[in-house]
């Protein structure tokens, strides 16, 4: 995997020959527009490219370090951010995770954009992509922004589909007349990859709403600013289509305990029932076993009163449960 690359624009028109070396002179050239993606960088390589162009040194530990959360942080000479993307990994079991995160940092300066990534899993190819469908480089540094922004909130939006998709799944499990051993833990997994989820979805909000408000294009913003509108607008979305899910997946969870609670009720009610009809003819016969004369002993029709007298008190009491539910 390539440890740097990058492309530049010259009057809203791609180049040819992008150079690493050169990102002072791109930055420099009124007329140029640089993108540089950086993978796994060296600590003292970044620190010396972030004191050339002039990065906020604060700013260049966050985009290394290797826990961050989702931020952004306007500086004087550039803006730094920090988001997660998400994606949905293939997995044979229900119970375990599908949420798979990957961290990009991107410093956005007047003519440029840096991004530094950690995993090697996000596709930065499909963010190149993007910005030749947006057509939008003569806007400046802040069409490279939202392609790049669009690319991860389209990726939230595609995670929090997979997982409606499987709450749905449990949902329709939840009523069956058999529900499968694993469907507890399936919705506790489904618990904690909405709780992974929400914490890179719902802070975007600000991160928009900061960058959108500190671009350094002010030229060309009235022609960003519907993009980022609608941007803005779709992370909203995913904000609430996840908070709507949270409460979703709790309420399965909850339902879930009171249906346990009641098949467990129903088979204590048909055991004391059942126990109830047992009882009768030990009753009778323990009865009838004690050493004393009582009528009808050692001939036929004592045996036959107690029988019948059994045989009617068994039935009594079944037709009594049965009409309250309880066999």
């Not at 961290?103 to 954009?113: D, E, N």
């Not at 930065?124 to 922004?149: K, M, N, P, T």
């Not at 904000?239 to 339902?255: K, P």
Request: hydrophobic letters at 45%; glycine letters at 6%; proline letters at 3%.
């Amino acid at each position: 995997m390539k440890k740097v690359r990058g492309r530049v624009w010259r009057g809203g028109k791609p180049q040819d020959g992008f150079v690493f070396e050169s990102i002072s002179d791109y930055l420099a050239d009124d007329d140029a527009l640089v993108w540089c993606d950086i993978y796994d960088p060296d600590h003292e390589t970044f620190k010396e490219l972030a004191d050339e162009i002039g990065l906020n040194i604060w700013a260049v530990e966050d985009a290394i370090a290797v826990a961050e959360r989702t931020k952004a942080v306007a500086y004087h000479t550039h803006t730094f951010f920090t988001v997660y993307a998400v994606t949905c990994a293939e997995s044979p079991e229900e119970t375990e995770s599908r949420i798979q995160t990957h961290r990009i940092s991107a410093f956005v300066l007047p003519r440029g954009l840096i991004t530094v990534r950690l995993s090697p899993d996000f596709e930065i190819d499909e963010v190149s992509q993007r910005f030749d469908e947006l057509g939008g480089q003569e806007h400046g540094v802040g069409a490279l922004v939202h392609g790049l922004l669009d690319v991860v909130v389209d990726g939230h939006f595609d995670a929090v589909q997979v997982l409606d998709d499987r709450i749905e799944a449990v949902e329709d499990e939840l009523f069956a007349d058999r529900p499968q051993k694993a469907l507890q833990r399936r919705t506790f997994q489904l618990r904690k990859d909405l709780v992974k989820l929400r914490r890179v979805v719902l802070p975007m909000r600000e991160v928009i709403s900061l960058i959108q408000h500190h671009r350094f294009d002010t030229k060309t913003a009235p022609e960003l600013d519907p993009l980022y509108a609608d941007l803005y607008d779709h992370v909203l979305r995913a904000s609430e289509w996840t908070e709507s899910l949270r409460d979703m997946i709790t309420t399965v969870f909850e339902t879930n305990l009171s249906l346990q609670d009641a098949r467990l009720n129903t088979v204590m009610k048909k055991l004391t029932g059942w126990a109830a009809i047992i009882a009768v003819p030990t009753a009778i016969t323990g009865f009838y076993g004690q050493n004393v004369i009582y009528p009808g002993v050692d001939t036929v029709d004592g045996f036959v009163t107690s029988t019948v007298i059994i045989v009617l008190l068994v039935i009594i009491l079944y037709v009594s449960f049965k009409r309250r539910d309880w066999l």
